[in-house]
């Protein structure tokens, strides 16, 4: 499984020292792709993938790229931005109304606990794009 990659096209969008942001955008293809379940581009829209490159003088602002990912690393970024923030908010929830919270307190503390989530997220986002690793690849056609 690990071998397996998580491919989507691009256009690279801004260049910065080594980080290279790439606005990759939903295909028609996402549709017969294996990884779908895993990957948030399906979902519709753009999303915007930073790479860390070594070289980044060989790419351009405006050219189109191949990111990818293993489909390891793509289950890694769904866990932590869908699956653990969902149980955030239930653990929040259920152990409120255990205690005997209203159910209006117990959700709004719920939503302020995933909010929180998020919050730290955001501040260990450095740490977590050393985790979750993309590639960037030119295009030859």
Do not use: W
């Not at 860390?52 to 931005?81: H, L, W």
């Amino acid at each position: 499984m690990e071998n397996e990659e998580i491919r989507h096209r691009g256009v690279i969008f801004d260049i910065s020292g080594r980080r290279i942001d790439v606005a990759v955008k939903q295909e028609d293809a996402c549709g017969s792709c294996k990884a779908k379940s895993v990957c948030a581009v399906g979902e519709g829209g753009e999303r915007i993938v930073s790479v860390m490159s070594e070289v980044p003088g060989i790419y351009q602002v405006g050219e189109e790229v191949e990111v990818s990912t293993s489909k390891v690393m793509g289950v890694k970024a769904v866990m932590y931005a869908y699956v653990f923030p969902f149980f955030v908010m239930l653990v929040i929830l259920l152990a409120l109304l255990e205690l005997g919270a209203s159910e209006s307190t117990a959700g709004l503390s719920a939503l302020g606990g995933v909010i929180l989530y998020y919050i730290v997220l955001y501040f260990f986002r450095n740490k977590l794009e050393r985790t979750i690793i993309f590639k960037i690849h030119k295009i030859y056609e």
